[in-house]
């Protein structure tokens, strides 16, 4: 069974940076898509942005959402198997609980209903 660890989270300040990482106890995520969601009070979860399953020798594809597209940048660590999502320019409306995903699928998506694995979350606030 995989189990997926999210860490990073905190509390920023509005134009400030973070970065979420999920790794995978006993496993390395270089055969999963791997998706990061959230979801903030009262709102539907909301997929932010995905990587594809990593292929040898070149890079995996990897899908934004609007609501983060040029803020957010998603890669791999090949040395150890985790995943981040850096997070720059973060605003107000960024603040949620994040969560990442897993799926062996080779491509990767911003719909929930494709992950088989989900980590607890990381929370997320941005303010003043």
């Known amino acids: 069974q995989l189990q997926l660890v999210e860490s990073g989270g905190g509390s920023v300040q509005p134009g400030g940076s973070l970065r979420l990482s999920c790794a995978a106890s006993?496993?390395?995520?270089?055969?999963?898509?791997i998706g990061w969601f959230r979801q903030a009070p009262g709102k539907e979860r909301e997929g932010v942005s995905c990587?594809?399953?990593?292929?040898?020798?070149?890079?995996?594809?990897?899908v934004y959402s609007d609501s983060v597209k040029g803020r957010f940048t998603i890669s791999r660590d090949n040395a150890n198997g985790t995943v981040y999502l850096g997070m720059n320019s973060l605003k107000p409306e960024d603040t949620a609980d994040y969560y990442c995903a897993a799926t062996p699928r080779w491509a990767c998506y911003l719909d929930a209903i494709h992950y088989d694995y989900w980590g607890q979350g990381t929370q997320v606030t941005v303010s003043s």
């Open positions: 006993k496993f390395t995520l270089d055969y999963y898509s």
């Open positions: 990587i594809a399953r990593r292929i040898a020798g070149s890079n995996s594809n990897t």
